[in-house]
């Protein structure tokens, strides 16, 4: 059965965040696949740019560094070189310093680090869960959904419960800022230039700047060293500290790329489960080597983040053509999900599909996601508890997807949950 039906014509607008509303183009990447794997295209806000959409390909761009920077920006839109530095997060740097800030940070993100959040999860899942089910239906994005990764961002960072409404507010408006639900200023309808030098081009970065240097100063003033953000203000081993800027980029990347795309791989678990009836007593099953496949396939099925871009430094050649120094390449991640050379039956949920080679982390490359282990471990308590409270899920009117060609997801579902 499948879950979700694309109904592009097969010739959508890459670069159009309306191609996006009903979801991914995803006969637009199946007909790239097939008959134009590395595709030109056209970019009326600035500067064309390559599509690579096969999963091969994917991988094979993303680990060959030495040619294809992230040091020029991540997304598709063009940058000053004066914006690039100022907007940098480390996901816009390559080596050395890539590899500087994420050796503050990689130990705090481990799987053995992660591993002693399950029982805090567990009990914001079990808190979560409870209260939706005395209601019966519910907006699932909204009150489960988005609730988990928002209250655990608090303790990752060690920041008060009471501000983190207001935090994940100002994530949604940094990193779906195409989305007139979600910022006042939408970036291909508003002028945004003010906001040049803020992080997505956003004046929500301004705040979430100030709200960092005053959490810091609270932090420090009070001694507390607890949470992620004092392992990456500590010294390298060469006795260098991360510059302000930098770590005020990292704060805001944390803020929202560590929020936005947890709540949307769990949106589609729940949508999945909602719309393929066999899955919950899948998960009711007692296998317990399910839960070890349940995560990645949710996460594959998702692919919130849709592509990465990449700017070659020299010039490439690959699928005869030559890719020019300075072109951008757009790693289209929810493509290379889907690819049916790789993933047999790839528009189906498979739970116990493996291997599962899927590349929603940015897998092949230095610039793997830092908060997968965390991701992982999320989706897998958090449909736990559901599948121990629930006999059935219903979807009970239309879901709504985010409007954004860089992030993928569903922002509303309304569901009928009936309780075991």
């Not at 990347?253 to 929020?259: E, H, P, S, T």
């Not at 899948?282 to 919130?304: F, K």
Request: aromatic content about 8%; charged content about 25%; glycine content about 6%.
């Amino acid at each position: 059965m499948t879950v979700w039906y694309p109904t592009d014509n097969g010739h959508a607008d890459l670069s159009s965040h309306d191609s996006f509303v009903n979801g991914a183009p995803h006969n637009t990447f199946a007909r790239m696949r097939r008959d134009d794997p590395l595709a030109w295209c056209d970019y009326p806000g600035g500067k064309g740019f390559w599509s690579v959409t096969r999963h091969q390909d994917i991988l094979d761009v993303n680990r060959n560094f030495a040619v294809f920077s992230s040091a020029h920006g991540i997304r598709m839109e063009d940058q000053t070189p004066e914006e690039v530095v100022a907007r940098a997060t480390f996901q816009e740097t390559d080596s050395p310093a890539h590899t500087r800030t994420r050796m503050l940070v990689a130990k705090a993100f481990s799987k053995p680090m992660m591993a002693l959040f399950e029982d805090q999860i567990r009990e914001l899942c079990v808190e979560i869960l409870d209260k939706v089910m005395e209601q019966g239906e519910f907006d699932a994005v909204k009150q489960v959904a988005r609730q988990l990764p928002m209250r655990m961002l608090g303790r990752i960072i060690g920041t008060p419960d009471s501000d983190l409404e207001w935090l994940v507010a100002k994530g949604d408006a940094l990193i779906a800022n195409t989305d007139s639900d979600f910022t006042d200023h939408v970036l291909d309808k508003a002028d945004t230039d003010a906001y040049r030098l803020m992080p997505f081009r956003s004046p929500a970065g301004a705040e979430l700047f100030d709200y960092a240097k005053n959490l810091m100063a609270r932090k420090n003033a009070a001694g507390d060293t607890s949470g992620v953000l004092h392992l990456i203000t500590q010294p390298d081993s060469t006795g260098q500290v991360i510059s302000e800027l930098e770590f005020r980029n990292f704060f805001c990347l944390l803020v929202a790329a560590g929020n936005d795309t947890t709540r949307y791989s769990i949106a589609a678990g729940l949508h999945a489960l909602a719309n393929q009836p066999e899955l919950l007593p899948q998960l009711q099953s007692g296998d317990a080597s399910l839960w070890d496949t349940v995560p990645d396939e949710v996460i594959r099925w998702a692919s919130p983040a849709m592509y990465f871009r990449r700017t070659a430094l020299q010039d490439f050649d690959m699928h005869g053509k030559t890719i020019k120094a300075g072109d951008k390449v757009l790693l289209w991640f929810v493509s290379g999900n889907r690819d049916d050379t790789v993933f047999d039956k790839p528009f189906e949920v498979n739970l116990r599909r493996t291997p599962n080679r899927h590349v929603s982390f940015g897998q092949g490359g230095p610039h793997v996601c830092l908060g997968m282990w965390l991701a992982r471990l999320e989706v897998r308590v958090l449909l736990e508890e559901l599948a121990k409270r629930a006999k059935r899920i219903e979807q009970t009117a239309p879901h709504a997807f985010l409007r954004s060609n860089f992030v993928g997801g569903i922002k509303s579902m309304p569901v009928r949950v009936t309780p075991r």
